[in-house]
DNA sequence: CGACGTGTAAC
DNA sequence: CCTTTTACACGTCG
């Protein structure tokens, strides 16, 4: 019996969801931005709606950036607001929990489901589902989504980008091989710029001549391990299994208002990360082992450092352990100057579900 | 093997 | 002009 993954994707859901609750912007395009704080415009484009998109404006780009490319065009910005589509998005992720035997949701605008039982393998009832699943979320919240069904999730991630936005792409275990032959490596699903220049460099420009290209070769400039995947990647196999997430870590990270190698100045905004992360931990109810800190000093280098501790879930320890690591900063990297910092906690381990004798 | 640091990728 | 959060692989060290 095959296997039959779906991957559900929500067309540019920030847009989406703030063309809904603001009607005078339908129709228009529509930016909506991580701004940074450091002046007017700094930060990033989080989510351009599809007319933006068409003028050039896409996620990534500074602020600036777009800006400058709007001009004059009626083009409207608007600041993130995570709260409310976080809301929205845990309405859709419930209803999709009930389409499917397993869900794994995977950010806050795209989940996996793993439907094959329900469909006995059978592609046109995977087809029937997605169908229901876009109607569903349509009715009762007004955006479109995309959706692949594949044999695998990588497979279903790339059907579901296929063709967007409210698309509905079906990739059958038999057809795997002509869907992936002419695909750009960039195409694929785990190869970003940095593969892609490699591989390019060794003449492989789609996924059919990656398939097959010569194994050793590949190894030489990626390792062993990674050449294999590299290649399984791009014939389509996927083995990894639809499954809920438990998170590995939990990090803030915020722009400091300038570059700066001022450690009580560092720490202060280390301080305030950690509250927010504090609230985090608590709702995640979980203890960690492992803190960081992070850094991104002048050039956008990341600098990490981390120490391991005893398992706690005091936000307090956390922030002492930062403190010690920040300090050690400077000695390590002299004349750094720092321009974002943030705090993360990893190794974690989760509370256990509260049993009190009235459960039984 | 666990801990730590770095690089790549995706959202 | 340059955000935020997470995951994973790999090399190195002890």
Redesign the pocket.
Request: no cysteine; glycine share 12%.
């Given at each position: 019996m095959d296997r039959i993954i779906l991957h559900v994707d929500l067309d540019s859901f920030y847009a989406s969801l703030e063309e809904l609750r603001n009607k005078d912007v339908m129709g228009k395009p529509l930016v909506v931005c991580?701004y940074?704080g450091?002046?007017e415009?700094?930060?990033?484009v989080?989510t351009a709606n599809y007319k933006a998109r068409k003028l050039g404006i896409k996620s990534?780009m500074?602020?600036?950036?777009a800006k400058r490319i709007a001009k004059e065009k009626n083009v409207v910005f608007l600041p993130v607001d995570m709260e409310y589509y976080r809301t929205v998005s845990d309405r859709i992720m419930e209803l999709l929990e009930g389409e499917a035997e397993v869900m794994e949701q995977?950010?806050?605008?795209?989940a996996y489901l793993d439907v094959t039982e329900k469909t006995r393998g059978r592609w046109v009832k995977a087809e029937e589902i997605a169908g229901n699943i876009k109607k569903k979320i349509s009715d009762r919240e007004g955006v479109t989504c995309s959706v692949g069904a594949g044999p695998n999730k990588l497979i279903a991630k790339m059907a579901s980008?296929h063709r967007k936005p409210d698309g509905l792409t079906v990739v059958k275990e038999k057809d795997v091989k002509s869907f992936l032959e002419n695909m750009p490596i960039l195409g694929l699903?785990?190869?970003?710029?940095?593969?892609?220049k490699v591989l390019e460099e060794l003449g492989v420009e789609t996924a059919g001549e990656l398939a097959s290209f010569d194994l050793p070769m590949l190894a030489e400039k990626f390792?062993?391990?990674?050449a294999r995947?590299l290649r399984g990647r791009a014939s389509g196999i996927d083995d990894s299994p639809v499954e809920p997430?438990e998170?590995?870590?939990?990090?803030?990270?915020?722009?400091l208002k300038e570059d700066t190698g001022d450690i009580e100045e560092i720490f202060n905004k280390i301080k305030e990360l950690a509250e927010d992360l504090k609230g985090?931990i608590g709702k995640e109810r979980v203890y960690f082992?492992?803190v960081?800190i992070i850094a991104?000093d002048t050039n956008?280098?990341?600098?990490?450092?981390?120490?391991?501790i005893a398992e706690t879930d005091d936000i307090e320890a956390a922030l002492k352990v930062a403190r010690k690591l920040l300090e050690g900063f400077p000695d390590e990297n002299p004349e750094t100057l720092l321009?974002?910092v943030?705090i993360r906690v990893s190794?974690l381990v989760y509370k256990k579900e509260q049993t009190t004798l009235k459960d039984f």
């Open positions: 991580v940074s450091r002046s415009d700094s930060g990033v989080s990534g500074p602020i600036a950036f995977v950010s806050v605008d795209e980008k699903h785990g190869i970003g710029p940095k593969t892609a390792g062993e391990n990674t995947l997430r998170r590995q870590q939990i990090s803030r990270i915020g722009t985090k082992r492992t960081s991104v956008l280098k990341t600098h990490l450092k981390s120490e391991t321009r974002r943030g190794n």
